[in-house]
């Protein structure tokens, strides 16, 4: 299921997020009974909890993601977006044996994405130090590459009189 659920997450607003509809699925339940039990309990959820897309970000996701539009069988109102700890928030909401396995599920692909991108941000640094040590090694080296990439100097013109022989 973790494997799943990670497609599901998007980068919205340098947040990673799940949408309503999404969780919705998930849990079973329709996306309007997951939203009315989070007003319910909104001071449960604050603005890096959980929060509304704007139209442009809702346009855009429907546009890579293919969703329907409002006016085909879509949603009336713009779509709510959960990070990680709103997802975790919603386990206290929603009491159903299936929502906290939904919940770990989604707590465990969160946490590998965030694996994901720390291993992929440690490779960079490593490649960083390996380059300036490299560099600093074999300056010479490439100083010497360079000078035989670099463009021959033109020749230069002769001053004075020539005769044509």
Same mark, same amino acid.
């Given at each position: 299921?973790p494997?799943?659920?990670a497609?599901l997450?998007?980068?919205?607003?340098?947040?990673?997020?799940?949408?309503?509809?999404?969780?919705?699925?998930?849990?079973g339940?329709?996306?309007?009974?997951?939203?009315?039990?989070?007003?319910?309990?909104?001071?449960?959820?604050?603005?890096?909890?959980?929060?509304?897309?704007?139209?442009?970000?809702?346009d855009?996701?429907?546009?890579?993601?293919?969703?329907?539009?409002t +006016?085909? +069988?879509?949603?009336r109102y713009l779509?709510?977006?959960?990070t990680?700890? +709103?997802?975790?928030?919603?386990?206290?909401?929603?009491?159903?044996?299936?929502?906290?396995?939904?919940?770990?599920?989604i707590?465990?692909?969160?946490?590998?994405?965030?694996q994901?991108?720390?291993?992929?941000?440690?490779?960079a640094?490593?490649?960083g130090?390996?380059?300036?040590?490299? /560099?600093?090694q074999?300056?010479?080296?490439? /100083?010497?590459?360079?000078?035989?990439l670099?463009?021959?100097?033109?020749?230069?013109?002769?001053?004075?009189f020539?005769?044509? /022989?």
């Amino acid at each position: 299921m973790p494997d799943s659920i990670a497609s599901l997450i998007l980068s919205v607003r340098e947040h990673k997020v799940l949408l309503d509809s999404d969780l919705a699925t998930l849990y079973g339940v329709e996306t309007k009974a997951l939203n009315r039990a989070v007003k319910r309990n909104l001071d449960r959820f604050p603005e890096d909890f959980m929060f509304q897309l704007s139209r442009e970000e809702a346009d855009s996701l429907r546009f890579q993601s293919g969703t329907s539009n409002t +006016g085909r +069988g879509g949603r009336r109102y713009l779509p709510y977006a959960f990070t990680q700890e +709103g997802v975790a928030m919603l386990s206290s909401v929603l009491h159903s044996p299936r929502a906290v396995a939904v919940n770990i599920g989604i707590m465990r692909a969160f946490i590998r994405i965030r694996q994901m991108a720390l291993s992929v941000e440690e490779l960079a640094r490593k490649v960083g130090v390996l380059e300036n040590h490299y /560099d600093e090694q074999f300056k010479f080296v490439f /100083d010497a590459i360079r000078q035989l990439l670099a463009p021959p100097d033109p020749p230069r013109k002769r001053i004075g009189f020539h005769s044509e /022989d």
